[in-house]
């Protein structure tokens, strides 16, 4: 797959790509290797969800960074329905979480150099140390929280230098943040790769429990979330709104 085979929905204004896990890797490898080939360009990679979306409608900014992104994968429930009330069905909820689990053992097979950043301090270390003891021959280079303000760029890009060269770089500092600094530094620091994930570091790091695989499969992550983490609730609120919009966006495009 290239990326113009990709087929893609718009959801409220957001472009959010069909991929399966899969292709999205398989994108990101030949991403990667083309970059160590010295003729590849910086790709910018999201996991969006409800929260991204409704971020978006109100920072034009934010809404431009996800349109020029090379990959969007269909990461949030809450964009899986409300494709199917357009009548579209994406073939593959891609998890954010499970993802990087995915990546890290292709990354031990092909001997990938990762830098984490961001989350609390001490929280990127144990997911570094905890992912290379699963994957031997997966190599972090790096993992510090570093910081997602512009003012500190200069200093964050210098120790990410000092860690040598990196084919893909996980970046922690929840949206729109991590977007926007991946957007402005993956180009200086010559990246061939940089994803934006959340809390994906809190959940391999073992600092928030993951949901159990019952409630993966009914769905029911973001409800689990809500149970350990009741400061989300008002991140959360915006879902039914997310929810009635797109239900109205799906009638005004209906015959």
Not at 17 to 27: C, G, H, K
Not at 180 to 188: D, F, N, Q, V, Y
């Amino acid at each position: 797959m290239t990326e113009g085979d990709l087929h893609s929905i718009k959801i409220l204004g957001v472009r959010v790509d069909d991929v399966t896990y899969d292709e999205t890797i398989a994108l990101i490898v030949r991403w990667i290797d083309e970059g160590r080939a010295g003729h590849g360009s910086p790709h910018v990679v999201t996991t969006p969800n409800p929260e991204f979306v409704m971020a978006a409608r109100r920072d034009p900014s934010f809404r431009a960074i996800l349109k020029q992104s090379a990959l969007n994968v269909p990461d949030g429930i809450g964009l899986l329905m409300a494709a199917r009330l357009r009548r579209w069905r994406f073939r593959e909820h891609v998890r954010g979480t499970d993802l990087v689990i995915r990546l890290a053992a292709v990354g031990a097979a092909h001997g990938h150099r990762w830098f984490l950043l961001g989350a609390e301090d001490g929280i990127a270390q144990r997911m570094a140390d905890i992912l290379q003891q699963r994957f031997p021959g997966l190599t972090i280079a790096g993992a510090a929280p570093g910081s997602p303000r512009p003012a500190d760029d200069p200093a964050t890009w210098a120790m990410i230098r000092a860690a040598g060269p990196i084919d893909l770089i996980l970046v922690a500092y929840g949206a729109p943040g991590q977007e926007r600094w991946l957007a402005r530094s993956l180009g200086t620091l010559g990246i061939p790769v940089g994803i934006g994930v959340g809390g994906v570091f809190n959940f391999l790091s073992g600092a928030v429990p993951r949901a159990p695989r019952w409630m993966q499969r009914l769905e029911l992550e973001w409800l689990h979330r809500l149970i350990v983490q009741p400061s989300r609730w008002r991140r959360q609120a915006k879902l039914p709104v997310f929810m009635v919009l797109a239900t109205l966006e799906a009638l005004r495009e209906r015959p």
